[in-house]
């Protein structure tokens, strides 16, 4: 393990990933990289670069994706693997994870997240404040779950779906890939074609 971490996007998300960085106390010193260039700090931690800048901190430093958007979160996640980067996995140290739980690298678990035994979690994804994913869950890679949302057990969510604020689905689901499910809505049945889905029960618009 490296003890310096980089952080590409130093707003929102990658702020409450810094957040996290930092109270897991593993790295000696944290960086950001922005492409916005009126950035000079963020959370007290310096910006020293914009993305184009990655590949010349790849031998010293972990790099991790503080990208809350799903598609360019992956894109860059993509390429620093192709490039050998080293990418962690990060986790509040709030969180609850239970037995048998898997996690990829680049994914970050919030603060007062559950992520109970058997799940299956795949890399970069986004489990933000307060979820709870229960037991023998499978979310595939690039997936993000919003703050408050709930997945009752052996629920399935494809590559790069989200899952909006206060969300529900119920035990047994499965969601296809790239899906958007919004806020507040229930999920009572499979969803096997992409699209937005909102409301009680959820329906595609």
């Not at 986790?91 to 559950?114: D, F, K, L, R, S």
């Amino acid at each position: 393990m490296k003890n310096k971490l980089l952080i590409i996007g130093a707003s929102g998300h990658g702020k409450v990933v810094a957040d996290i960085a930092i109270k897991m106390n593993k790295w000696q010193s944290i960086s950001f990289l922005d492409d916005d260039k009126s950035f000079k700090s963020s959370m007290g931690l310096k910006v020293i670069g914009t993305s184009e800048d990655v590949f010349a901190h790849i031998d010293e430093y972990e790099i991790f994706v503080g990208i809350g958007n799903n598609t360019t979160r992956q894109k860059i996640h993509e390429i620093l693997e192709t490039f050998g980067a080293s990418i962690p996995v990060l986790i509040h140290p709030n969180a609850v994870i239970g037995n048998q739980v898997e996690i990829g690298n680049g994914t970050a678990v919030m603060a007062g997240t559950v992520v109970n035994c058997c799940t299956k979690i795949g890399k970069s994804c986004i489990i933000n404040t307060g979820s709870t994913i229960d037991h023998d869950n499978c979310i595939e890679d690039f997936v993000h779950i919003s703050p408050g949302a709930h997945l009752a057990g052996t629920v399935k969510v494809g590559q790069g779906s989200w899952l909006g604020i206060g969300s529900i689905v119920s035990n047994n689901i499965t969601i296809t890939n790239g899906c958007k499910v919004g806020a507040g809505s229930v999920v009572v049945k499979d969803i096997n074609e992409t699209g937005i889905y909102i409301g009680v029960p959820a329906r595609r618009v």
